[in-house]
């Protein structure tokens, strides 16, 4: 099965929390969208790796996903080396996604650091020839994404533009929410973290209104290119008025 859109996320949820509102909102509009995990999260102080993956397949479900799949790399330790870059490759080669989204480099995780680079370096080596993987014993074909856009995560940037995902809120919510043992709940035993305070799904929504308020709707993903990109209309854009 092709994608359209592979979004990659170093742990279970980072996908969620950084563009779930992009993910659901590309899946409204019919395009195939799958999301890779990098690890199972295994060094979260919350929750298990069962736990995580049984809330991954939930939140999935939410988004309507076309794929979803973990690379099983340990969680605190994402190298950028060849192993690790072939096994992206083969991922990206088996499902040909035309468009990849990765945390920005800039975070304060080192992880969300690590997979933007490793899924950065991934997307340009998939294309090259002389890369050779294989799939269920069958040799790939090289492929690269037409391009690649970073989402955010714990620190801002300057985004080069902002999807509407006004329309698709509720289902970015529930997405978020699946994963209920990272979150506030006075009733876990669990220590806290910066996560599970009450005040961090509020500073989520706020964020989200506060880019959403940019572009003159309630709520808005930013995204980062690394590239410029073209428009054929300028009417086609969403700018606030005045």
Partial sequence: ?????????????????????????LVKLGYKVG??????????TRGSRDIRAKEAETASKILGLSA???????????????ENQIKLIRVIRKYKPKILLSPHWHDRHPDHSHAHHLSQHAW?????????????GINQKPWRPYHYFNYMMKYEFIPSFIVDISDVYDVRQKAVRA?????YNPQSKDPETLLSKKSFLEFIDT??????QMIGVKY???????KP??????FDLKIMKG
Wanted: aromatic share 10%; proline share 3%.
């Fill in 220 to 226: 808005g993903d930013p995204m980062f290119s690394a």
């Fill in 68 to 82: 979803r799949e973990n690379l099983h790399l340990p969680d605190g330790n994402i190298e950028l080396n060849k």
């Fill in 229 to 234: 990109f073209g428009v054929n209309d300028l």
């Fill in 207 to 212: 964020r989200a209104k506060f880019y959403g």
């Fill in 179 to 183: 994963y209920k043992s990272q979150f």
């Fill in 35 to 44: 999301i890779l995990d990098l690890t199972e999260g295994e060094l979260g």
């Fill in 1 to 25: 099965m092709e994608l359209d859109v592979l979004a990659i996320g170093a742990h279970p949820d980072d996908v969620e929390l950084g563009c779930a509102g992009t993910v659901a909102k």
């Fill in 124 to 136: 340009f080596y998939s294309g090259l020839v002389n890369i050779k993987t294989t799939f269920d």
